[in-house]
């Protein structure tokens, strides 16, 4: 399996159901944030992003909401299927001009029920 | 469009070993970032490089480096191996530098015994 955190937060839903998946971010100065996905053997596959003066962004079946009052994200997928089982990562864009780098939340395991 | 590759995808080296990883970006991208993914610590930053520099580095050890050659493919160095090494390494392409936009490769397994 993928080097994953053990003991990760489970959201587990039935196929079809819309899933929710939130993230808490760390730095009120980070101003771009990428979703990623990550399944068992295989590197983070970039979802979607948003920057900072958006609050809401939306692709093919994702919708990402951007709250920078109290600093959450939140990743909506909708219809599930079993393909979106993985981990799911929020990753924030934070320091100095020149010196910017992502820096990663812990990850939610997404389970699809059939 | 090709995208981020990294060879090999698998490596089991011993304890004192030196070990090199590679990393190809997409096609166009000058930076390549380098991240270490564990269970007990998540996906954490290790470098940056950007047109042949090293733009921004993670809180690692000096026995980890890399270098970027002029067509923007990435090596990442790791002397004297230890048992903690043991991980899933990640490269990260993207055009500009920073991390926007930064698409990944499937990762290099190590293991170190």
């Known amino acids: 399996g993928e080097s994953v955190g053990l003991h990760l937060p489970t959201l587990s839903v039935q196929e079809g159901d819309n899933s929710i998946i939130n993230c808490a971010y760390s730095?009120?100065?980070?101003?771009?944030f990428i979703w990623y996905k990550q399944e068992s053997g295989k590197g983070p596959q970039f979802i979607i992003d948003?920057?900072?003066?958006?609050d809401k962004r939306q692709g093919q079946r994702v919708t990402v909401l951007l709250n920078k009052t109290v600093k959450h994200l939140s990743l909506q997928i909708a219809a599930t299927q079993p393909g979106d089982s993985a981990v799911y990562f929020c990753?924030?864009?934070?320091?100095?001009?020149?010196?910017?780098?992502?820096?990663f939340g812990s990850g939610t395991r997404l389970q699809v029920q059939p | 469009k090709a995208g981020v590759t990294q060879t090999p995808r698998y490596l089991i080296k011993t304890r004192g070993q030196q070990v090199t990883l590679s990393c190809s970006p997409i096609?166009?991208?000058?930076?390549v970032s380098w991240y270490q993914q564990t269970p007990g610590q998540g996906l954490q930053f290790l470098f940056e490089?950007?047109?042949?520099?090293?733009?921004n580095k993670g809180n690692f050890p000096g026995r980890f480096s890399g270098r970027q050659f002029s067509n923007s493919r990435s090596e990442m160095n790791v002397s004297t191996l230890e048992l903690g090494d043991s991980a899933l390494y990640l490269c990260?392409?993207?055009f500009g530098q920073g991390g926007t936009e930064a698409f990944f490769g499937q990762g290099t397994r190590l293991t170190v015994v």
């Open positions: 730095n009120s100065a980070s101003d771009y």
């Open positions: 096609s166009g991208h000058r930076s």
């Open positions: 990753a924030e864009n934070q320091g100095p001009p020149g010196r910017r780098a992502l820096t």
């Open positions: 490089y950007f047109s042949e520099t090293q733009r």
């Open positions: 948003i920057r900072s003066n958006m």
């Open positions: 990260a392409s993207s």
